[in-house]
């Protein structure tokens, strides 16, 4: 059977299953077994298969059961570098790179009009994708990264080993006490919380397989925000940046609790690549 038959095969056989994206997904399988990338997949649709098809149709059966596809490759690209993910993190997803792009920028700006050492504080980092990401552009900012979930900071730290990243550091703890403890003060925050409130209906692929600490933010999903609302001072250096990824569909209960919180201070709400509501910056000067 050539690597073009095996393709048609699974799609046939995943073709009542109503899984989103499942013919590419299947290529990224079929690249996985052959050791290679899709690009060199595509020159090799007339080869014959020389891998085990029996491990393969095991991958093929775990990704028609709901498995993500990249908790079985362990791998999914952000930013333009392959992580290591596993069920102990958030796959991190594509919108998330624009929060990263957003803060590349605000660094930028801050390194023009203000020069000295930047101080970058990621809360909730799981796989590491936005501190990493950060890290790898800007080698000169110092970031600490925390997360709650100690399994989620191996794989952070394997993220680190692998994309051979030096300027970020990991704490372990809930929210701001790392920092508060560590006395850290830092230019820019930035929290891509826990956000799904926790009786809202989501996905089997996300529910059965994601870190569920890694999803829900309370009955509103908004705890997460609160937590920071009420104590950055602890954290912030006066003149710093308060950044967040939030729901589609939060802006208008965030905003609100913006005003709240920071009646005086500036802020900037932004849509993603898909016109959705997706990010919210906080000017603490
Ligand atoms: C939505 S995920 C974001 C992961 C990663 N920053 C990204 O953007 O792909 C939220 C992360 O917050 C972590 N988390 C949940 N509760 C926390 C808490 N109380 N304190 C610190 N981190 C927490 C989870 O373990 C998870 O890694």
Redesign the pocket.
């Known amino acids: 059977m050539t690597i073009r038959e095996l393709i048609k095969k699974t799609e046939a056989e995943l073709s009542e299953v109503a899984i989103p994206n499942f013919i590419s997904d299947i290529k990224a399988l079929v690249a996985f077994s052959l050791q290679t990338s899709l690009a060199q997949l595509y020159a090799m649709q007339e080869d014959e298969v020389n891998f085990n098809l029996e491990q393969y149709w095991a991958l093929i059966s775990e990704y028609k059961n709901g498995k993500p596809l990249q908790q079985i490759t362990n791998r999914q690209y952000f930013y333009g570098n392959e992580f290591y993910v596993d069920s102990n993190?958030?796959i991190?997803?594509y919108e998330?790179e624009e929060l990263v792009d957003y803060i590349n920028v605000i660094i930028d700006d801050r390194k023009t009009k203000k020069p000295g050492p930047l101080t970058l504080i990621?809360?909730?980092?799981?796989?590491g994708?936005?501190a990493i990401s950060i890290g790898l552009e800007n080698p000169d900012l110092k970031i600490y990264a925390?997360?709650?979930?100690e399994p989620?900071l191996r794989v952070t730290q394997k993220n680190l080993t692998k994309l051979e990243c030096q300027n970020v550091e990991l704490l372990q703890?809930?929210?701001l006490e790392p920092f508060i403890k560590e006395k850290i003060k830092a230019d820019i925050l930035v929290c891509?919380?826990?956000y799904i409130p926790k009786q809202q209906k989501i996905s089997a692929r996300v529910k059965d397989y994601e870190?569920h600490?890694?999803?829900f933010g309370g009955e509103d999903g908004l705890f997460?925000y609160h937590e920071i609302f009420k104590n950055w001072e602890k954290v912030m250096k006066e003149d710093g940046i308060l950044c967040f990824?939030h729901g589609y569909d939060q802006k208008r209960q965030l905003e609100k609790l913006v005003r709240d919180y920071f009646p005086k201070k500036k802020y900037k709400f932004t849509k993603d690549v898909n016109k959705k509501w997706r990010m919210l910056f906080i000017y603490l000067l």
């Open positions: 993190v958030l991190p997803r998330t990621d809360i909730g980092t799981g796989s994708a936005i925390s997360d709650i979930s989620a703890g809930n929210m891509n919380p826990p870190p600490v890694a999803l997460f990824e």
